[in-house]
T-cell receptor, first 114, second 109 residues
């Protein structure tokens, strides 16, 4: 068990809808990362937060947004959903977000857009 | 060009065989290299972590980095059915972890 908790495990919704994915990092970890995993694109980095502040941005669509709260949990909001957004969304956390701090992944949220 | 290229396989080997996995990366400035293992329906877990060139050994696992050719390798000795998983190489640069596509490995009992 990595200590990173993601909810919900599964989510089925319709095109055009909005969903929120939640992540609780490991105890003591200040940095949270979001990744998207699909069959054709593999694991793609979306965004990173460190102690409440956005630290780095990857291939995150404008329809997607995230935030990290004072208690360090994070939420990823996906809006105007399209069929192509169906994927596994992973959250990861690390101690300080420095370059040599390994990431610990949760078990993901499987999003299905119908 | 992708930052990390990895042959997705799949790879099937008999129990006890040596598993050899490889990746290439594009940016010679990358210094940190990792291998993650991902079981079905689970998140990736860190397996090995190396800095710069050279070898690192941990039990049955050996990670190699050749910076001159921008090549990353993972070897699994005496492979077991429990090693059946998807293995992802990754490079860490400026807080961003870039993953290869992952190679699915099946070890047959």
């Amino acid at each position: 068990d990595s200590g990173v908790t993601q909810t919900p495990k599964h989510l089925i919704t319709a095109t055009g809808q909005r969903v929120t994915l939640r992540c609780s990092p490991r105890s003591g970890d200040l940095s949270v990362y979001w990744y998207q995993q699909s069959l054709d694109q593999g694991l793609q980095f979306l965004i990173q937060y460190y102690n409440g502040e956005e630290r780095a941005k990857g291939n995150i669509l404008e329809r997607f947004s995230a935030q990290q709260f004072p208690d360090l949990h994070s939420e990823l909001n996906l809006s105007s959903l399209e069929l192509g957004d169906s994927a596994l969304y992973f959250c990861a956390s690390s101690v300080e977000g420095q370059v040599d701090s390994p990431l610990h992944f949760g078990n993901g949220t499987r999003l299905t857009v119908t | 060009q992708k930052e990390v290229e990895q042959d997705p396989g799949p790879l099937s080997v008999p129990e006890g065989a040596i598993v050899s996995l490889n990746c290439t990366y594009s940016n010679s400035a990358f210094q940190y290299f990792m291998w993650y293992r991902q079981y079905s329906r689970k998140g990736p877990e860190l397996l090995m972590y190396t800095y710069s060139s050279g070898n690192k050994e941990d039990g049955r696992f050996t990670a190699q980095v050749d910076k001159s050719s921008k090549y990353i390798s993972l070897f699994i000795r005496d492979s077991q059915p429990s090693d059946s998983a998807t293995y992802l190489c990754a490079t860490l640069n400026d807080y961003k972890l870039s993953f290869g596509a992952g190679t699915t490995v099946t070890v047959r009992a």
